[in-house]
């Protein structure tokens, strides 16, 4: 099946450790997002690509990073830098801007 | 940026009822989704409608784009519904959240 897979579900992470989100997505689509959402929030924009090696910043990208190498997968990084990344991770796509956008399951971060 | 903004915050309903969520943005938009955040903290797209009326069995959404407003309803309410609701909008090559619709169904 077609879709957006996202893994881990749960991710534990020490304080001072990088740690790696992935999200691939078999539905040939352009364009990639990242978002964060805190409990009882709306969803808020870390990075987005809207081809391959090219990547721009949402509105919370300080204390993340992200890669584009391959159109299907966007995975992003958690640096020690974010000073509270405990949140709801969710990867998205769209086939290009302005199109319907699809979400995977996201991830739960937590810090030990 | 652009204000994105939904009604009300919560709502509870007995199985069956009717409902209508409300979501207003400040700014001209190119499109407009809904979605529904289930207790599991799934996303599932439920209408991609910049502008006029689909139905997709109990639910359906009117955007008014003129206007600034799109409306989602939902009729003869189940539990399954509960969770969250939120409005989209597409601006700038970017997709900005509304703050959400919580619903709650009571058997």
């Known amino acids: 099946d077609g879709g957006i897979t996202q893994s881990p579900k749960y991710l534990f992470r020490k304080e001072g450790q990088n740690v790696t989100l992935s999200c691939e997505q078999n539905l040939n689509h352009d364009a990639m997002y990242w978002y964060r959402q805190d409990p009882g929030q709306g969803l808020r924009l870390i990075y987005y690509?809207?081809?391959?090696?090219?990547?721009q910043k949402g509105d919370i990208a300080e204390g993340y990073s992200v890669s584009r190498e391959k159109k299907e997968s966007f995975p992003l990084t958690v640096t020690s830098a974010q000073k509270n990344p405990t949140a709801f991770y969710l990867c998205a796509s769209t086939v290009q801007v302005d199109q319907p956008q699809h979400f995977g399951d996201g991830t739960r971060l937590s810090i030990l | 940026g652009i204000q994105v903004e939904q009604s009300p915050p919560d709502l509870i309903l007995q199985e069956g009822a009717n409902s209508t969520l409300r979501c207003n943005f400040s700014d001209s938009v190119n499109n407009l989704q809904w979605f529904h955040q289930n207790p599991w903290g799934q996303l599932i797209n439920l209408f991609y409608i910049p502008s006029g009326t689909k139905q997709n069995g109990r639910l359906s959404a009117t955007t008014v784009a003129t206007e600034r407003y799109s409306l989602l309803y939902i009729s003869s309410s189940q539990t399954t519904d509960s969770g969250v609701y939120f409005c989209a909008v597409w601006r700038f090559q970017k997709l900005v959240f509304g703050t959400g619709t919580r619903l709650l169904v009571s058997p």
């Open positions: 690509s809207q081809i391959v090696n090219d990547f």
